[in-house]
Nanobody
Framework: QVQLVESGGGLVQPGGSLRLSCAAS????????MGWYRQAPGKERELVATITMSGSSTDYAGSVKGRFTISGDYAMKSVLLQMSSLKPEDTAVYHCNMRGILPGTLKGFNAWGQGTLVTVSS
């Protein structure tokens, strides 16, 4: 079973920066893509950023473009989210996601981390 663990969340002032990291454990044959999602109280879960491992193409939510940067390391099975110019509306629980293929059964997997809380407040 693939398990993801996020870290790096915390309290930061508006305009500040945080770096979130996510590392996967377990046997993985192939990683298709990795991404970050967030959910704030009273709001739906939304995509923040994704990166495809083949071609390393990225996609960002309009609200974070120019402020957040996603990067991945296929060999290390990890993904980072560098967040800058943070705003109070960025406050949410951030979850790491990874999709790919498992060895042996060759079945697809869709793994989620437990989440890390980011609070932007003065």
């Amino acid at each position: 079973q693939v398990q993801l663990v996020e870290s790096g969340g915390g309290l930061v002032q508006p305009g500040g920066s945080l770096r979130l990291s996510c590392a996967a454990s377990g046997n993985i044959l192939f990683i298709n893509d990795m991404g970050w999602y967030r959910q704030a109280p009273g709001k739906e879960r939304e995509l923040v950023a994704t990166i495809t491992m083949s071609g390393s193409s990225t996609d960002y939510a309009g609200s974070v473009k120019g402020r957040f940067t996603i990067s991945g390391d296929y060999a290390m099975k990890s993904v980072l989210l560098q967040m800058s110019s943070l705003k109070p509306e960025d406050t949410a629980v951030y979850h790491c996601n990874m999709r790919g293929i498992l060895p042996g059964t060759l079945k697809g997997f869709n793994a989620w981390g437990q989440g890390t809380l980011v609070t932007v407040s003065s």
